[in-house]
Structure formats: structure tokens, C-alpha cells
């Protein structure tokens, strides 16, 4: 018998991590910067569940916001865009 197809938008539950690139790394430089979803929000500007989508890699922010983002984290947005 195989294994029902994952939900569309959301990852197969047996793979570790499907999360995109671009989500690990401003998760990672989020958590560097010691900030909650939350807060990166509020320093940027943007809804809570908007960061949080790109958090978890269900949406990709534009380049203005991704700009706002690394600038918020006090990264290099070339190490957020891979």
C-alpha cells in the first residue's frame, strides 16, 4: 500500500526537512539575533503572520521586504538570499 500523498502546500511528513533555503536562513539569522517571530514583526513593520509565513517557508518575501528583513536582523541580505 503507499503512502497517501501530502496536502497540497504542505510537506510530505516523512522527509526531515523540506523547509526552502531562503526560510532556514532567516529562521537562522532570526534565532542568531535572539528575536521571536513576533518581534522581527514589529521591527519591520509587517504582521506577525506574515514573518511567520516566511519563517516557515510558505511564502518568500519580495526583495524590498527581504532587504527590510536582513536589515531589521543586522544581516548581509546575500546570506539570507543564499
Known sequence: MSEAAAPRGRPPKD???????WARRLRAAREAAGLTIGELADRVGLEREAVAR???????????VGLALARALGADPRDLYG
Open 54 to 64: 516566511y519563517d516557515a517557508g510558505e511564502r518568500t518575501p519580495n526583495v524590498l
Open 15 to 21: 522527509h526531515t526537512d523540506t523547509t526552502p533555503g
